[in-house]
C-alpha cells in the first residue's frame, strides 16, 4: 500500500500552451451508452483518468470486449450478460448509475448497487427511478440493491424537480428502445448531454432537443455500432483558466476548447479584471495584474459551474476585496475551505454561502485534497502560496485531471509527486 501527494512550488508567470484532454463527464454516459449496442463502437479523445478506467472495468465485468489504445477506446458489447456490479466497484464513481438506464434499455431489468452519499452531497437518485418508473418500471429496493423491472417500457412525458444531469442522462439511456416518444421536461441542457445525445444518433438513436430544456427521445428498434469524438473537458479547461489569473503575469494558451462551453467562467474572470481572448478552439488568459474579488452563485448549465466553484473560491483568496460564493446545486461544497484557511485565506462559511475576504499571500503547509474540484482548487492556491505546498489525497485529483503535472511542467510549474509506503 502506498499514498501519493504533490510538492509545489509558489509559480513564476504562467506561460505557453496546454492542450486540454476529453471531457470525463462525456466519456462517461457515452462509455455508458455503448451497452446499449451490440456493434463495435469506437470512441476517440477519451482521457486516461481513473474514473474512466473504473467504467471501463464495469464494462469488462458486463462482458464487453474493451480496449484502450492512447486516447482511444473500442468497446464490443456483442456478448454483454445482465450481472450485478459489486458495489465497493460501482461506488467509486457516481456515474456507475448510469447503466441502470442502459442496462434497463437493453435488458428491460437490471439490479444496481444503491449509491450512497459522497464527499460534497447525498446525491439522491430519486429523480432518475421517478423516470424509470413512470416509463413502467417496477422499482424495489433490496438489501442495498435496486432492482428495477420492465420488459418494455414506454414513452411519457416526465418532468425533473430539477434539471440532473444524471437523471436526464439516464432516462435518456432508458428511453433509446422504449414504445413510443419519451420527453424529458426541465432536462439538464450541459454540453455533455448534447454529446451523449449526438453519440446516441450516431448509433442509429433519435434524440431531439438535446442542448434545450426539453428532450424527445424516439424509440427505435435497434442501434448499430459507430465511432465518435468526445467533446473537450470545459471544466479542465476552466481549471487551467483560473489558474494562469491566480498567478499575476501569466499568459496561457489553452487549446482544444470550446469557448462558449466557458462563457460564464469567461464573464466572471472579466468581473475580476483578467483579460480573456478566444478564438476557434482556444482560450488565451492574460492575468497583467492582481484581481478584484467579485460574487458567483453555481446553477445549472449555462449557469456557472459547480465544478468550477473550489478553484474560483481559491483564486479569489488573494484578490482584493471581498466576494461572496453561494453554492445552489450541491449542499455540502465548502469542505476543501478549512484547508485554504491553512493556508492562510480568510473564508467564513454561512450555509450555502461563502465570504471570501482577500489577504496579501498564502503560505504554503501540508494540506489535503477532500474531493476532485477540491483538490484543482488547493492545486491553484499552491500556485499562489509562497514556499512550497503539499497536497496528500491526491487520488481525488486523478479522478478528473489528465496528466496534471506534466501540463503544469509544461507551463513553468514545479511540481512533483511523491509515493510514499504505507
Ligand atoms: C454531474 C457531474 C458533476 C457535476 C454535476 C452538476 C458527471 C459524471 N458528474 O453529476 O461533475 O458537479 O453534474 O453539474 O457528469 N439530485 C437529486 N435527485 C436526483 C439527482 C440529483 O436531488 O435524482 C440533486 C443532487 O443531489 C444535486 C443536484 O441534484 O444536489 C445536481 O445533481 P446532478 O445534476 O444529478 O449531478 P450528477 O449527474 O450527479
Not at 456515474?95 to 452531497?121: D, N, Q, V, W, Y
Not at 479569489?316 to 469542505?335: C, L, P, Q
Not at 489577504?359 to 485534497?369: N, P, Q
Amino acid at each position: 500500500m502506498y499514498t501519493e501527494k504533490y510538492l509545489i512550488k509558489k509559480a513564476a508567470p504562467l506561460s505557453g500552451t496546454v492542450e486540454i484532454s476529453g471531457s470525463k463527464n462525456a466519456a462517461l454516459p457515452v462509455l455508458a451508452a455503448s451497452l446499449l449496442c451490440s456493434g463495435k463502437i469506437t470512441v476517440l479523445n477519451v482521457p486516461k483518468l481513473s474514473d474512466v478506467d473504473v467504467m471501463l472495468d464495469l464494462l469488462a465485468y458486463f462482458g464487453a470486449d474493451v480496449k484502450r489504445s492512447a486516447d482511444t477506446v473500442t468497446v464490443d458489447c456483442g456478448s454483454v450478460q445482465n450481472r450485478t456490479p459489486e458495489y465497493e466497484t460501482a461506488k467509486k464513481i457516481r456515474a456507475s448509475f448510469l447503466l441502470a438506464g442502459a442496462l434497463l434499455g437493453r435488458f428491460g431489468s437490471c439490479s444496481m448497487p444503491m449509491p450512497g452519499g459522497c464527499g460534497i452531497g447525498l446525491r439522491p437518485v430519486d429523480l432518475h427511478l421517478k423516470g424509470f418508473s413512470a416509463m413502467g418500471a417496477d422499482i424495489t429496493l433490496e438489501h442495498g440493491l435496486v432492482h428495477i423491472s420492465a420488459p418494455r417500457l414506454h414513452g411519457v412525458s416526465i418532468y425533473l424537480d430539477f434539471p440532473s444531469v444524471g437523471a436526464t442522462e439516464n432516462i435518456m439511456l432508458a428511453a433509446v428502445y422504449a414504445k413510443g416518444d419519451t420527453c424529458i421536461c426541465n432536462c439538464a441542457t450541459e454540453p455533455e448531454i448534447v454529446d451523449l445525445a449526438a453519440f446516441i444518433n450516431k448509433m442509429g438513436g433519435k434524440i431531439e432537443g438535446a442542448g434545450t430544456d426539453s428532450i424527445t427521445v424516439h424509440g427505435v428498434g435497434s442501434l448499430s455500432g459507430c465511432s465518435y469524438g468526445i467533446l473537450p473537458d470545459r471544466i479542465e479547461a476552466g481549471t487551467y483558466m483560473l489558474m494562469a489569473a491566480a498567478v499575476s503575469g501569466s499568459d496561457l494558451c489553452i487549446k482544444n476548447v470550446v469557448p462558449q462551453h466557458l462563457a460564464p467562467v469567461i464573464h466572471k474572470l472579466n468581473e475580476t479584471g483578467i483579460k480573456i481572448i478566444t478564438g476557434e478552439d482556444l482560450i488565451r488568459v492574460d492575468s497583467c495584474g492582481g484581481i478584484k474579488n467579485t460574487d458567483i452563485k453555481t446553477l445549472p448549465y449555462p449557469g456557472f459551474p459547480t465544478d468550477m466553484q473550489a478553484q474560483f473560491m481559491a483564486l479569489m483568496t488573494t484578490g482584493k476585496g471581498s466576494g461572496i460564493v453561494r453554492e445552489t446545486v450541491f449542499e455540502n461544497r465548502f469542505m476543501y475551505v478549512s484547508e485554504l484557511n491553512r493556508m492562510g485565506a480568510d473564508i467564513k462559511i454561512d450555509g450555502r454561502s461563502a465570504v471570501v475576504n482577500g489577504v496579501s499571500h498564502l503560505s504554503g503547509t501540508a494540506v489535503k485534497a477532500t474531493d476532485l474540484r477540491a483538490g484543482a482548487a488547493l492545486v491553484t492556491a499552491a500556485l499562489m502560496a509562497e514556499g512550497t505546498t503539499e497536497i496528500g489525497e491526491i487520488h481525488h485529483i486523478d479522478r478528473g485531471y489528465e496528466n496534471l503535472e506534466e501540463k503544469l511542467r509544461g507551463i513553468g510549474v514545479d511540481i512533483c509527486r511523491i509515493r510514499e509506503e504505507q
